[in-house]
Protein backbone atom coordinates (compact mmCIF):
# COMPACT_ATOMS: atom_id res chain seq x y z
CA UNK A 1 0.00 0.00 0.00
CA UNK A 2 0.81 3.77 -0.07
CA UNK A 3 3.01 4.73 2.18
CA UNK A 4 3.73 9.15 3.04
CA UNK A 5 6.82 10.26 4.78
CA UNK A 6 5.92 13.98 6.04
CA UNK A 7 9.24 16.47 7.45
CA UNK A 8 9.61 18.21 9.52
CA UNK A 9 7.78 16.84 12.36
CA UNK A 10 7.99 20.02 13.91
CA UNK A 11 8.78 23.74 12.48
CA UNK A 12 9.12 26.77 13.82
CA UNK A 13 9.53 30.39 11.97
CA UNK A 14 9.13 33.86 12.50
CA UNK A 15 6.03 35.92 11.93
CA UNK A 16 6.47 37.20 8.15
CA UNK A 17 9.23 34.59 7.18
CA UNK A 18 8.57 31.13 4.32
CA UNK A 19 7.52 27.23 5.65
CA UNK A 20 8.47 24.58 3.96
CA UNK A 21 6.95 21.35 4.66
CA UNK A 22 7.96 17.85 2.13
CA UNK A 23 6.30 14.95 1.95
CA UNK A 24 7.24 12.04 0.08
CA UNK A 25 5.21 9.04 -1.29
CA UNK A 26 5.92 5.24 -2.49
CA UNK A 27 2.97 4.22 -4.54
CA UNK A 28 3.27 6.05 -8.25
CA UNK A 29 0.04 5.83 -9.56
CA UNK A 30 -0.77 8.30 -6.90
CA UNK A 31 -2.69 11.16 -8.89
CA UNK A 32 -4.32 13.33 -5.43
CA UNK A 33 -2.28 14.78 -2.82
CA UNK A 34 -4.27 17.68 -0.55
CA UNK A 35 -2.95 19.25 2.65
CA UNK A 36 -4.84 19.40 5.54
CA UNK A 37 -4.70 21.75 8.70
CA UNK A 38 -5.44 20.85 11.91
CA UNK A 39 -5.70 23.55 15.25
CA UNK A 40 -5.31 22.34 18.62
CA UNK A 41 -8.58 20.66 19.55
CA UNK A 42 -10.27 20.91 15.85
CA UNK A 43 -11.40 19.07 12.87
CA UNK A 44 -8.60 18.94 10.48
CA UNK A 45 -9.58 21.32 7.20
CA UNK A 46 -8.64 20.74 3.74
CA UNK A 47 -6.27 24.50 2.36
CA UNK A 48 -4.75 22.93 -0.50
CA UNK A 49 -4.75 20.48 -3.12
CA UNK A 50 -3.12 19.57 -6.27
CA UNK A 51 -3.51 16.38 -9.11
CA UNK A 52 -0.87 14.40 -10.53
CA UNK A 53 -1.25 16.34 -13.85
CA UNK A 54 -0.41 19.88 -12.74
CA UNK A 55 3.09 20.84 -11.09
CA UNK A 56 1.66 23.54 -9.18
CA UNK A 57 -1.18 25.31 -7.37
CA UNK A 58 -1.27 28.58 -5.49
CA UNK A 59 -4.23 29.84 -3.36
CA UNK A 60 -2.75 33.25 -2.14
CA UNK A 61 0.18 32.45 0.66
CA UNK A 62 0.22 28.99 0.30
CA UNK A 63 0.87 26.88 -2.89
CA UNK A 64 2.07 23.16 -3.26
CA UNK A 65 4.43 21.49 -6.04
CA UNK A 66 4.24 17.98 -6.92
CA UNK A 67 7.40 16.10 -8.48
CA UNK A 68 6.14 13.05 -9.84
CA UNK A 69 9.39 11.85 -10.88
CA UNK A 70 11.00 11.79 -7.39
CA UNK A 71 7.89 11.38 -5.60
CA UNK A 72 7.52 14.15 -3.49
CA UNK A 73 5.12 17.32 -3.36
CA UNK A 74 5.47 20.25 -0.86
CA UNK A 75 3.85 22.96 0.87
CA UNK A 76 4.88 26.54 0.70
CA UNK A 77 3.37 29.30 3.44
CA UNK A 78 4.80 32.73 2.66
CA UNK A 79 4.29 35.48 4.85
CA UNK A 80 3.49 33.32 7.79
CA UNK A 81 0.93 34.93 10.51
CA UNK A 82 -0.24 33.60 13.93
CA UNK A 83 -2.85 32.26 12.51
CA UNK A 84 -0.69 29.68 10.64
CA UNK A 85 0.25 27.86 14.05
CA UNK A 86 -1.15 24.20 13.67
CA UNK A 87 -0.41 20.58 12.54
CA UNK A 88 -0.13 20.21 8.91
CA UNK A 89 -0.85 16.94 7.49
CA UNK A 90 -0.06 15.74 3.54
CA UNK A 91 -1.57 13.10 1.99
CA UNK A 92 -1.93 10.70 -1.15
CA UNK A 93 -4.33 8.35 -2.64
CA UNK A 94 -4.24 5.89 -5.54
CA UNK A 95 -6.69 5.80 -8.62
CA UNK A 96 -8.62 3.10 -7.59
CA UNK A 97 -8.35 3.76 -4.18
CA UNK A 98 -10.48 5.72 -2.25
CA UNK A 99 -8.85 6.16 1.04
CA UNK A 100 -6.04 8.91 2.23
CA UNK A 101 -2.92 8.01 3.19
CA UNK A 102 -1.89 10.58 5.71
CA UNK A 103 1.34 11.65 6.71
CA UNK A 104 2.27 12.03 10.58
CA UNK A 105 2.02 15.59 10.43
CA UNK A 106 3.94 18.75 11.35
CA UNK A 107 3.66 21.32 14.45
CA UNK A 108 4.06 24.58 12.58
CA UNK A 109 4.99 27.30 14.74
CA UNK A 110 4.99 30.74 14.11
CA UNK A 111 7.17 32.84 16.62
CA UNK A 112 6.14 36.57 17.19
CA UNK B 1 -25.05 23.26 11.54
CA UNK B 2 -25.38 21.42 8.34
CA UNK B 3 -21.49 19.67 9.05
CA UNK B 4 -20.66 16.44 10.12
CA UNK B 5 -21.86 15.57 13.44
CA UNK B 6 -20.13 12.87 15.57
CA UNK B 7 -21.96 11.05 18.58
CA UNK B 8 -20.59 10.89 21.94
CA UNK B 9 -17.61 13.33 21.70
CA UNK B 10 -16.28 11.23 24.72
CA UNK B 11 -16.24 7.64 25.53
CA UNK B 12 -14.50 5.79 28.35
CA UNK B 13 -14.97 2.23 29.02
CA UNK B 14 -13.31 -0.57 30.17
CA UNK B 15 -11.53 -2.97 28.75
CA UNK B 16 -13.81 -5.93 26.99
CA UNK B 17 -16.63 -3.81 26.75
CA UNK B 18 -18.23 -2.64 23.07
CA UNK B 19 -18.57 0.81 22.32
CA UNK B 20 -20.57 2.07 19.36
CA UNK B 21 -20.31 5.34 17.64
CA UNK B 22 -22.30 7.67 14.97
CA UNK B 23 -21.89 9.76 12.91
CA UNK B 24 -24.02 11.92 10.32
CA UNK B 25 -22.83 13.48 7.24
CA UNK B 26 -23.57 16.22 5.37
CA UNK B 27 -27.15 15.76 4.18
CA UNK B 28 -25.66 15.41 0.37
CA UNK B 29 -22.58 13.68 0.61
CA UNK B 30 -22.86 10.16 -0.59
CA UNK B 31 -19.21 8.95 0.22
CA UNK B 32 -18.15 8.15 4.11
CA UNK B 33 -15.32 7.77 5.58
CA UNK B 34 -14.15 6.43 8.94
CA UNK B 35 -10.33 7.09 10.33
CA UNK B 36 -8.45 6.83 13.52
CA UNK B 37 -6.02 9.09 15.01
CA UNK B 38 -4.16 8.90 17.70
CA UNK B 39 -1.82 11.50 19.78
CA UNK B 40 1.06 13.27 16.80
CA UNK B 41 -0.17 10.94 14.15
CA UNK B 42 -1.69 11.71 10.99
CA UNK B 43 -5.70 10.15 10.46
CA UNK B 44 -5.77 6.44 9.57
CA UNK B 45 -7.85 5.11 7.12
CA UNK B 46 -9.98 2.66 8.47
CA UNK B 47 -13.14 1.86 6.30
CA UNK B 48 -15.79 3.84 3.62
CA UNK B 49 -18.88 3.72 2.21
CA UNK B 50 -20.38 5.18 -1.31
CA UNK B 51 -24.35 5.09 -0.23
CA UNK B 52 -25.06 2.29 1.88
CA UNK B 53 -22.24 0.00 0.20
CA UNK B 54 -18.82 -0.54 2.23
CA UNK B 55 -16.33 -0.39 -0.79
CA UNK B 56 -12.92 -0.27 1.09
CA UNK B 57 -11.67 -1.53 4.34
CA UNK B 58 -8.31 -1.25 5.82
CA UNK B 59 -6.05 -4.09 7.33
CA UNK B 60 -6.12 -2.21 10.06
CA UNK B 61 -10.01 -3.10 10.56
CA UNK B 62 -9.79 -6.03 13.09
CA UNK B 63 -12.61 -8.54 13.40
CA UNK B 64 -13.66 -6.37 16.48
CA UNK B 65 -14.52 -3.76 14.00
CA UNK B 66 -17.89 -3.30 12.09
CA UNK B 67 -18.95 -0.37 10.69
CA UNK B 68 -22.64 0.21 8.87
CA UNK B 69 -24.76 2.88 6.78
CA UNK B 70 -28.00 0.84 6.46
CA UNK B 71 -29.77 4.26 4.65
CA UNK B 72 -26.72 5.17 2.75
CA UNK B 73 -27.35 8.10 5.63
CA UNK B 74 -25.30 7.91 9.08
CA UNK B 75 -23.52 5.63 9.54
CA UNK B 76 -22.54 3.90 12.86
CA UNK B 77 -18.99 2.01 13.91
CA UNK B 78 -18.87 -0.72 16.65
CA UNK B 79 -15.78 -1.57 18.45
CA UNK B 80 -16.58 -5.19 20.67
CA UNK B 81 -14.18 -6.67 23.05
CA UNK B 82 -12.36 -2.81 23.52
CA UNK B 83 -8.58 -3.27 24.17
CA UNK B 84 -6.54 -0.21 25.65
CA UNK B 85 -4.94 -0.26 21.99
CA UNK B 86 -8.02 0.60 20.62
CA UNK B 87 -8.05 3.97 22.40
CA UNK B 88 -7.85 6.82 19.95
CA UNK B 89 -9.94 9.74 18.53
CA UNK B 90 -12.13 7.81 15.63
CA UNK B 91 -13.16 10.92 12.85
CA UNK B 92 -15.64 10.31 10.20
CA UNK B 93 -15.91 12.43 7.44
CA UNK B 94 -17.95 12.98 3.98
CA UNK B 95 -17.67 14.20 0.62
CA UNK B 96 -19.47 14.47 -2.77
CA UNK B 97 -17.00 13.94 -5.17
CA UNK B 98 -14.31 10.94 -5.46
CA UNK B 99 -11.46 13.14 -5.25
CA UNK B 100 -12.58 15.83 -3.28
CA UNK B 101 -12.61 17.47 0.33
CA UNK B 102 -13.34 15.71 3.48
CA UNK B 103 -15.40 17.55 6.06
CA UNK B 104 -14.25 15.84 8.73
CA UNK B 105 -16.75 15.52 12.05
CA UNK B 106 -14.86 16.46 15.68
CA UNK B 107 -14.35 12.97 16.04
CA UNK B 108 -15.46 10.57 18.82
CA UNK B 109 -12.47 10.06 21.95
CA UNK B 110 -12.42 6.73 23.22
CA UNK B 111 -10.92 6.07 26.16
CA UNK B 112 -10.17 2.04 26.99
CA UNK B 113 -9.37 1.63 30.75
Known amino acids: GENVEQHPSTLSVQEGDSAVIKCTYSDSASNYFPWYKQELGKRPQLIIDIRSNVGEKKDQRIAVTLNKTAKHFSLHITETQPEDSAVYFC???????????FGKGTHLIIQP | DTGVSQDPRHKITKRGQNVTFRCDPISEHNRLYWYRQTLGQGPEFLTYFQNEAQLEKSRLLSDRFSAERPKGSFSTLEIQRTEQGDSAMYLC???????????FGEGSRLTVL
Open chain 1, 91 to 101: AAIRGGADGLT
Open chain 2, 93 to 103: ASSLAPRGELF
